[in-house]
T-cell receptor, first 117, second 109 residues
């Protein structure tokens, strides 16, 4: 199956700093990328949907100024957690899809464990 | 509203068979997915159903009934490594994935 690479896998940062998470589709062009957040023992919570070259669509309750998403190319999307606080500590997962083809499968990155201290 | 229901936790014995059910109510339907997720890892794709019936893939099978808004994932010959959470997700009319909360499957020797 297609490969989506997410980096870093783990990051620890100080409160007030910003953290950038990268999501790359390695062998296909991702027209759409999704960013999820997952709390312990909970399902995935969609944060935002980003289409290449356009602004991301954020889900209700997600602060767009805090979680900056950039989808500048068909193979790269980034999520920047700005001025991180301990409550932002979570598991962040990206997912990529190519809507132009017949595939409906969403391919996931490995996830990023963010700990804000 | 949109809703996906699946049991929170199930326990089964190594070598046995287990069925994990999923019921859904969504605005439109463009397919149902099952994913496996081990603790601390991202989900991995197991199956996709868009038409009614049973799809078999090795030890795993997935069934769909669109009229009943119902699916199940069947795991045969259970192995200890099958201990994980199993997530049911439905793609709605906007091609967005609506996720269930996941079923934690515990396999006992």
């Amino acid at each position: 199956g297609a490969v989506v690479s997410q980096h870093p896998s783990r990051v620890i940062c100080k409160s007030g700093t910003s953290v950038k998470i990268e999501c790359r589709s390695l062998d296909f062009q991702a027209t759409t990328m999704f960013w999820y957040r997952q709390f312990p023992k909970k399902s995935l919570m969609l944060m935002a949907t980003s289409n290449e070259g356009s602004k991301a669509t954020y889900e209700q309750g997600v602060e767009k100024d805090k979680f900056l998403i950039n989808h500048a190319s068909l193979t790269l999307s980034t999520l920047t957690v700005t001025s991180a606080h301990p409550e932002d500590s979570s598991f962040y997962i990206c997912s990529a899809r190519d809507f132009r083809g017949d595939s409906t499968e969403a391919f996931f990155g490995q996830g990023t464990r963010l700990t804000v201290v | 509203g949109q809703n996906i229901d699946q049991p929170t936790e199930m326990t089964a014995t190594e070598g046995a068979i287990v069925q994990i059910n999923c019921t859904y109510q969504t605005s439109g339907f463009n397919g149902l997915f099952w994913y496996q997720q081990h603790a601390g890892e991202a989900p991995t794709f197991l199956s996709y159903n868009v038409l009614d019936g049973l799809e078999e893939k090795g030890r795993f099978s997935s069934f769909l009934s669109r009229s009943k808004g119902y699916s199940y994932l069947l795991l045969k010959e259970l192995q200890m490594k099958d201990s994980a959470s199993y997530l049911c997700a439905v793609m709605d009319s906007n091609y967005q994935l609506i996720w269930g909360a996941g079923t934690k499957l515990i396999i006992k020797p």
